[in-house]
């Protein structure tokens, strides 16, 4: 099983709607990361959690890390076509190691 | 814009071929990290260079090697290439080595072995 399971693997949603994307690690989190990806190109970092129960906001984005679960959720209210893309969580082991990634959640909106 | 530049963009070459990625850091990042990216794997973790040296490696296959030159550009060479090599490279830097600082990616390097 994946290190870093995300889910859903993909969402359509209509625009203007919110959602919710969730990542859960089988391992312990000394960090999380949440990064954007259009499809082929590099990845934008949108948000980096280290605190159990820490909540950050970028626009319309939202991301708490709940420690105990060991778990990340990424929320976007009032979703727009720029919102879509991939969004891939990374978690930091809390050594030199590159971040873990989970398999991504494919987010398609729709007008 | 991440302030990491890679180059190519793209490389196209044969299976067999020996070819080099090239990853210039942020200004004043002096680590620099190694991801492949393909459809089944995912996004994996091949290896790190802080200040010049190796500091940790990850998947990387014995085929591959990397170094960071005094300048901190990087480069990841890969060799007898096979058709399973076919993916997105990308690098990214951070200011120091460890898990606290903030990954910037580059845009990549798309490899397509033939």
């Known amino acids: 099983s994946q290190e870093l399971e995300q889910s859903p693997q993909s969402l359509i949603v209509q625009e203007g709607k919110n959602l919710t994307i969730n990542c859960t690690s089988s391992?312990?989190?000394?960090?999380l990361y949440w990064y954007k990806q259009k499809y082929g190109e590099g990845l934008i970092f949108l948000m980096m959690l280290q605190k159990g129960g820490e909540e950050k906001s970028h626009e319309k984005i939202t991301a708490k890390l709940d420690e105990k679960k060991q778990q990340s959720s990424l929320h976007i209210t009032a979703s727009q076509p720029s919102h879509a893309g991939t969004y891939l969580c990374g978690a930091d082991r809390g050594g030199a190691d590159g971040l873990t990634f989970g398999k991504g959640t494919h987010l398609i909106i729709q007008p | 814009d991440s302030g990491v530049t890679q180059t190519p963009k793209h490389l196209i070459t044969a299976t067999g071929q020996r070819v080099t990625l090239r990853c210039s850091p942020r200004s004043g990042d002096l680590s620099v990290y190694w991801y492949q990216q393909s459809l089944d794997q995912g996004l994996q973790f091949l290896i790190q260079?802080?200040?010049?040296?190796?500091?940790a490696k990850g998947n990387i296959l014995e085929r591959f090697s990397a170094q960071q030159f005094p300048d901190l550009h990087s480069e990841l060479n890969l060799s007898s290439l096979e058709l399973g090599d076919s993916a997105l490279y990308f690098c990214?830097?951070?200011?120091?080595?460890?898990?606290?600082?903030?990954?910037?990616f580059g845009p990549g390097t798309r490899l397509t072995v033939l």
């Open positions: 990214a830097s951070t200011l120091l080595s460890g898990g606290t600082d903030t990954q910037y």
């Open positions: 260079y802080y200040n010049g040296e190796e500091r």
């Open positions: 391992k312990t989190l000394y960090g």
